[in-house]
């Protein structure tokens, strides 16, 4: 464009427009624009950019933080840290792939799909080995679904900071329509022998991440995933293949997979011993805490943004249960003395992200703004302090409070700590 | 005639369909050989299943633990800046819980598992199977879970049995009152 315009510029444009379609354009107009006081934007007034030919299309410029981003400091082996989805700048379900949180264990491997094998084997019949193209001739199904880190929210156990965006207090949450095999196609295909109660999923990056999972899960709606979003995986969700899980916690949607090996019992991996369990206040710990719990958040308004003086505003956020689809999402703009139901986008979809939203007039006085989803189960997500009460406060994961904001009468939007 | 003719190509059709529906094997992919298996299935139980012949001594794992780990995770476990790896007994119930291999993990045998499969840090699955033995057998040394003569294979790691074997319970969940 910038060529262009050195080029030619737009009155040069014009004349030479007018010149290649004829008398078609000049009659009837006369000399003198309609917009003399400068009124139509500039770029209603000349040619855009060409279309990229060779580039993956970006974002405006102008939405250049909208970013994934960790929270606090990074971690001391940069290998081994999360990024956060920027929930305050997105609409509707579905996370942008470039958006979709990271949490990795030993970094990103960068595998060459042609060289990756997928192993399965144990206690089955016909141990099985496969390419990527092979994988991608079963017959497939594209699902949306949520993925959630067991850790998300982890930081608000015992507050959290005033500072807080919602990046930063629900940031590991995401949602995609992901594409792959169900993995009970692929344990028909390698014949289960009786015995076989876990599958052991193992990724390929240099964690071997592994996680145990129970033969039930892997037969009911377990998805061997290598795409996303109409797209192969990214690099960091696990290109080229992935467990996906759904409802349950992230970390066991093993990415990078490489092996499924199926046993008589959970394998005990170190993840799922001395990692992703959760210490109650008595000293035991729970182990094999699987499902996401039904939660919600507010994402607009919430924490950073800056309301623009009284009057209408929309309210708007995400709930999503692992136990199946949400059934009900209240409101409340009082601190949680009334509750107001919310409208639910739909499709209602299960083990997905659910848009809500409310409509609201700011009156302009400090208001505290929180959202309360019901699963299908009849559960309702609890205040912070009906999980605390429960559980202490050393559990670190499945934090699944209710979670307020508060707007202050300048229209600031802050976490409350 | 027709009518015959009509009725096999119904019954072929039907007969087709049945056996696209009822295929449960795709003929994808091929049967693994016992080398490939055996290259990538590093995994081991609790029961020990898996554990490769080999052994080593805490002495040993002395010498490759101040090489290889001490500078992450500190000279004797303690003290460096990846996770820590001893002591922190009693404190699970405290407000800051030292987790440790001696004062959490349940089974010894991931210790020899998530080491073979993960460290070191810079160089993961690069130890052999004596290195990693010796190497558990040090870190649980650190803890005191064996003696420092202590010797461990694929018969004595398991039989290991770890302080809070017994600390682990499921998930109860849903676990907040009902409204």
């Known amino acids: ?417 | 005639m027709w009518r015959d003719a009509l009725r096999t190509i119904i019954v072929l059709c039907i007969g087709f369909s049945a056996s696209a529906v009822a295929a449960q094997h795709y003929g994808l992919g091929r049967a693994p050989t016992a080398a490939e298996i055996h290259a990538w299935d590093i995994d081991i139980g609790p029961d020990g299943a898996g554990l490769p012949p080999g052994h080593g001594s805490v002495a040993e794992g002395q010498k490759i633990y101040a090489e290889r780990c001490a500078a992450c995770h500190g000279e004797k476990g303690v003290g460096g800046l990846a996770d820590r790896l001893a002591g922190g007994f009693g404190t699970l119930a405290m407000n800051k819980p030292v987790r440790t291999v001696g004062s959490y993990w349940p089974y010894a045998t991931t210790v020899f598992d998530f080491v073979r499969r993960a460290m070191p840090f810079n160089a993961p699955q690069s130890l052999s199977a004596d290195e990693v033995y010796a190497v558990s057998a040090y870190v649980l040394y650190l803890n005191g879970v064996v003696s420092e003569s202590a010797v461990l294979d694929a018969k004595s790691l398991p039989a290991i049995r770890m302080p809070n074997r017994d600390g682990f319970t499921s998930d109860p969940r849903p676990d907040v009152p009902a409204r």
Request: hydrophobic share 35%; proline share 8%; with cysteine.
């Open chain 1, 1 to 417: 464009m910038a060529n262009e315009k050195t080029l030619i510029g737009r009155r040069g444009l014009l004349a030479a427009s007018a010149g290649f379609l004829g008398a078609s354009v000049s009659s009837g107009r006369g000399q003198a624009s309609n917009d003399s006081e400068g009124l139509v934007p500039p770029w209603s007034k000349e040619q855009g950019a060409p279309i990229r030919e060779s580039s993956y299309g970006e974002p405006s410029p102008f939405e250049k933080n909208v970013v994934r981003r960790p929270r606090g400091a990074l971690p001391t082996f940069p290998s081994a840290g999360t990024s956060d989805t920027p929930l305050q700048n997105l609409t509707g379900i579905i996370t942008p792939n470039g958006l979709v949180y990271e949490r990795h264990h030993a970094g990103i491997p960068p595998i060459d799909p042609a060289q990756h094998r997928l192993l399965i084997h144990g206690l089955v019949d016909r141990p099985l080995i496969l390419t990527m193209d092979e994988l991608t001739r079963f017959p497939s199904v594209s699902r949306l679904h949520f993925l959630e880190c067991s850790g998300n929210s982890s930081a608000t156990w015992t507050g959290g900071n005033p500072k807080w965006t919602v990046q930063d207090t629900h940031g590991l949450l995401s949602c995609c329509e992901w594409t792959g095999v169900l993995l009970s196609t692929l344990l028909d295909e390698v014949g289960i022998k009786p015995a076989a109660k876990w599958v052991l999923a193992e990724g390929a990056d240099a964690a071997g991440l592994s996680r145990s999972v129970p033969i039930d899960k892997a037969l009911d709606d377990a998805i061997v995933v290598y795409a996303q979003n109409g797209e192969k995986l990214r690099p960091e969700q696990g290109y080229p293949v992935r467990l996906f899980l759904p409802g349950y916690e992230g970390n066991m949607s093993v990415k990078w997979l490489r092996r499924l090996k199926l046993g008589e019992g959970p394998f005990q991996t170190r993840e799922e011993t001395s990692k992703y369990t959760d210490l109650m206040p008595d000293g035991t710990a729970r182990q094999f805490t699987f499902i996401m719990e039904a939660k919600s958040v507010i994402t607009f308004p919430s924490g950073g943004h800056h309301l623009k003086g009284p009057g209408f505003y929309e309210i708007s956020g995400l709930a999503w249960t692992g136990r199946g689809r949400i059934k009900r999402v209240e409101v409340s703009t009082d601190g949680g003395t009334s509750w107001h139901e919310a409208q639910l986008q739909e499709p209602v979809l299960s083990k997905c992200l659910t848009r809500f939203r409310l409509p609201w007039t700011w009156d302009g006085g400090p208001a505290t703004l929180q959202s309360r989803a019901t699963d299908e189960t009849g559960y309702i997500q609890p205040p912070r302090r009906m999980l605390t009460d429960v559980r202490g406060f050393n559990s670190y994961y499945h934090l699944n409070g209710i979670h307020p904001w508060h707007i202050d009468p300048s229209g600031g939007v802050s976490n409350v700590a």
